[in-house]
């Protein structure tokens, strides 16, 4: 590591933090009721997407395991994470057809020794458990499919995911995740909120850009350490890498089950943002989206993959909403411009990219790396 | 004997999807044993067939509707194959495979759009949707006649695979790209024509699928098309009779499943109902984690090592 370089991660945590500062009065400014509310409609749901694209890069791009079974990973977290925090005088309304199992909820438990703080920790707790739920379930399933090559690895994670999500619709699993009905009732994004001197402060978009960028953060670390590196190899030529001395199945373990992990911990937030968890949700369709997310922003960029989801939210939920509803760019045809249009403009442009521009957005580079200078990148790729 | 009468209906349905599925099963064997690539945009080729089927049968007679269908889907799948699959020949077998998902995408946004996302009912076509009573049970004609065309058109299928000049260059581009490229084959035309012979009888498929349920809807593709792939991959991806003989198990397990609890309530077995049925789906994927854990290259694949 040379000076620049430490130089660029100082730059790098200094931007991050006037973003974080900026979303944080965003949140303040903006009401519901203001027409840029979408903004911060997108940025929550961004940051979800941002931290699952950039787990699922983690294993395409960086691993180069072919994984589908992503949405799995964010059902378990979603439900992980409501089964423990829905408050028990709610439980009874959620749970209408069963005897719920899980009685108690970590905020209720840990507020009632620590006050507000105890709310916060029970929260953090529950989001852990749910990446670390999928952890678990990342490991078992890991152990038999992982020795699959490319497109049987994609088919069997895929079918995996559709697996979860009937067994977590089965009837007899009912006092635990509700049979096929949504959980609902627990903390969500509106409720996060203080009061500061007479003020209420709210967090509604903060804490899940909070959670997202903390997650990312601790993905660079990862994939910039020693271990990163050998994952590298192993993408870029498996024998090679066996060769160099790379324990490959338990290399490729330990990313699925990271992978997994993060997958999790944004299908918690998932269920924060759209205050609702239900498994007929998390359809391989989802999968999908996020991979051509992944795909947009380019494999193997983690800086790619943010941008890609935050453009994918922005222009299905925002920009090209005027395509639905009649008008777009001026333009008026509500015969064309009608419900559904713009997710076919969008899939074109998505087919663009994966057929004419099929590095995406970043590539593989990162953003830092546009802050470099021109003659170093020739160097950079030689060097590869 | 309890259990069969009970079980029978059950199997019988499960006979019929079976059919249908290897019917889509055996475009997705024909395109992976060529191309290596698993084409999830084939089960959206098939629901559009079914959509194409609704709206050509709304102003155009059957005799010219149902040609008309096969012709368009066969159009489709070629211009997929031209447009989203050509072009990145060369390139890493993953960028291939997203191409398929996007197309996969696009097909079902296009389908969302126009049709609005409602539920599209399937027209009634005259004879084979007629009900008729086999072994004292009621049920379509189309149920019946399904395994019967099937097992035709697999047998016309493997008489043009192993008789043919069309059916030799495809064995040979399967075994080897390059070499048979030098051989003098043109690879476009054979690659084209798997397409074109996945996506007519993933047409005639659709006709027989889609008379059995009340109607189409953009997602109706997804699961077919997921389970004729376990299919395909059950029966050793790249054989034709591995691919039917898979759907075949495939489609009764699942329908055996679905009618599981009531089976074994007669049987005794279990007191009440305790919905096995959500598993119907789900039970083909765990099939097919363990064919691919204990023989990865299924019933009746080859056997391939990869070269450094």
Known sequence: ?384 | MNFFKVALPYIISGVSVGGQYALIAIGYTMVYGILRLINFAHGDVFMVAGLLMVYIAASFPLFVAIPAVIVLTVMLGFTIERVAYRPLRSAPRMSVMISAIGVSYLLQNLALYITGGLNKNYPAIPWISDRVTVFGLDTTRVTVITPFLTILLVVALVMLINHTKLGMAMRAVSKDFETSQLMGIRINSVISATFIIGTFLAAVGSMLYFTNYPGVVPTSGGMPGLKAFVAAVFGGIGSIPGAVIGAFIIGICESIIKGLDTILIVNGVIGEQIGLATFSDAFTFVLLIIILVFKPTGLFGEKQTDKV
């Open chain 1, 1 to 384: 590591m040379t000076k620049t370089n430490h130089k660029k991660n100082w730059l790098a945590v200094l931007i991050v933090l006037l973003f974080l500062a900026l979303v944080l009065f965003l949140d303040q400014k903006i009401k519901p009721t203001n027409s840029m509310y979408m903004l911060m409609t997108v940025l929550q749901k961004g940051s979800v997407y941002a931290l699952a694209a950039v787990s699922m890069n983690l294993l395409n791009g960086y691993t180069g395991l072919f994984s589908l079974g992503h949405a799995g990973f964010m059902l378990i977290g979603a439900y992980a994470y409501a089964i423990f925090t829905i408050p028990s005088s709610s439980r009874d309304t959620v749970y209408q057809y069963y005897d719920a199992a899980v009685k108690f909820s970590f905020p209720e438990i840990f507020s009632a020794s620590m006050g507000p703080a105890g709310t916060v920790l029970g929260i953090i707790l529950a989001v852990l458990i749910a990446g670390l739920a999928a952890a678990i379930f990342a490991y078992l399933i890991g152990l038999p499919v992982l020795k699959l090559k490319s497109d049987y690895l994609a088919i069997a994670t895929l079918g995996f995911a559709e697996i979860i999500r009937a067994v977590f619709q089965w009837s007899k699993l009912g006092p635990v995740t509700n049979g096929s009905n949504l959980l609902k009732s627990f903390p969500r994004t509106s409720t996060f909120k203080f009061k500061l001197a007479g003020e209420t402060i709210k967090l509604s978009t903060f804490v899940p850009v909070l959670i997202a960028t903390i997650c990312i953060a601790l993905i660079v670390l990862l994939v910039n350490s020693t271990y990163g590196r050998s994952f590298k190899a192993i993408r870029d030529d498996e024998i090679a890498a066996e060769a160099m001395g790379i324990n490959l199945a338990k290399h490729k373990m330990i990313r699925f089950v990271t992978s997994s992990f993060f997958a999790g911990v944004s299908g918690a937030m998932m269920a924060m943002v759209l205050s609702i968890a239900q498994a007929s949700n998390f359809k391989s369709a989802m999968t999908y989206e996020i991979l051509l997310m992944v795909v947009l922003g380019g494999i193997g960029s983690i800086s790619g993959s943010v941008i890609g989801s935050l453009l994918f939210v922005a222009a299905s939920e925002w920009w090209l909403r005027g395509l639905d509803s009649g008008s777009f760019l001026g333009i008026e045809a509500p015969n064309v411009f009608r419900n559904g249009f713009r997710l076919v403009v969008f899939s074109i442009i998505i087919m663009i990219v994966v057929l004419f521009f099929r590095k995406g957005i970043m590539g593989d580079r990162e953003i830092t790396d546009l802050f470099r200078k021109k003659s170093k990148s020739p160097a950079k790729e030689a060097g590869k």
